[in-house]
């Protein structure tokens, strides 16, 4: 049985019996959290444009548009709220839930099989991504948008109930659909990849089930994906393809959800220098200069030296710093286009140094590299603060009541608070709704209200 095939077999066989309770509760997390940002990505440029994109180009009205108060064709409606949801860049990015949640309006799919799907998907894309060197990021692929359209077509042809053959189909497609280059990061296209993911995956689950074929091992095969995007000795197939619910990722890993709506990379650093100038009271008229201490490949990625728009400023550390600094915060309200170009957080984000001490990178190490943050005052103090684990990672997990907090603060001004209230009501139960129409109906139509 080749490494497809036995992914396929998993996908199709998942009942939700089987997943842990710890499971559940995590993935009705992650739906809270990626809903809260979608529905404060309603209000980006990125949003604007592919919501009238999205009306412009019609489709048959089958699922619903976050905050657009129209419907369109599945894939299309996933393609929109792939990008909407990642609009923000503080969600993680996972493309399986927009396709599935397009897909299970289409087919009245009952809360219980859009659970398994989710599960189904994360698992999937997390495999695939860790069973991975992050050397396929130095190559520059962009890996969300890369395994997130595996892990879309895994959790769309669960919830179209696809049987072993058929998901293996989707996946031979999906591995010509995958793509999703880095040159993107801050840019408006970067939050489109998400989408493209989604739509990719609903692409590909839909025409398995019309009878298209594909190879038999697109994900393995000597041409397949993990070759392509990874190359020989950047993946281990065997633990991809023999691990799958020994252990559960979304136990082991949890899901990495996001205090601040910026770059990965940043989140360590920020971790450091908000505990840092918190425990000592800094202001910023007392900051003198600000130096980072970080792995390469933090500077390989977040690579704006400058921030001139809101996009920029999530990928450009300097400002990420200097903000947070400024305002004692790193929220929404410090990632606009507004907050980027005013002139005393540029002002401070100049005095930013960003050092790698030893040119090492975490794409090639695999390994957690050391963190420091020092600031260093304008009377000769200098204070300094390292970083473990970023606040959402799996060491150092947000709580259940952390992630709702963000949800509230997410739709806050955007949602009557009943509305917001209830949405959290249906996913915290959504395994006994027979169908999610009440969801989709104030997502859609209720959301300017």
Known sequence: MNTTEKIAQFVARLDLSEVPERARAIAKGGIIDALGVAIAGTQTEVAHVVTRWTRAIGGTPSAGVIGGAFKTSSATAARAN???????????PLPMLPALLALAECERASGRDVLAAYVAGFEVQSKLQRGVSDKHSAHGWHSNTVFGTFGATAAAAKVLKLDARQVQMAFGIAASEASGIRENLGTMTKPLHAGIAAANGITAATLAREGLTSCVDGIGGEFGALRLFAMPGEYDEQQIADTFGSPWNIVAREIRIKPYPCCRWAHRPLDALLALTRANN???DDVETIECEVGAHVSEVMTYPVAQTELQAKFCLPYCLAVAVCDGRAGLGQ???????????????????VIHPDGKSEFETGTRLPCTVRVRLKDGTVLEQGAGAARGDRENPMTFEDIVEKYRDCTRGLLAAEKAERVLTLVQDIENAP???ELFSILTFDIRT
Not at 83 to 91: K, N, Q, R, V, W
């Open 282 to 284: 800094v202001r910023v």
């Open 335 to 353: 990632f606009t286009g507004e907050r980027a170009r005013d002139a005393h957080v540029q002002a401070l984000a100049a005095r930013v140094r």
């Open 82 to 92: 792939g990008a909407i949801g990642h609009a923000l860049d503080f969600d993680p």
């Open 435 to 437: 169908d999610l129409g």
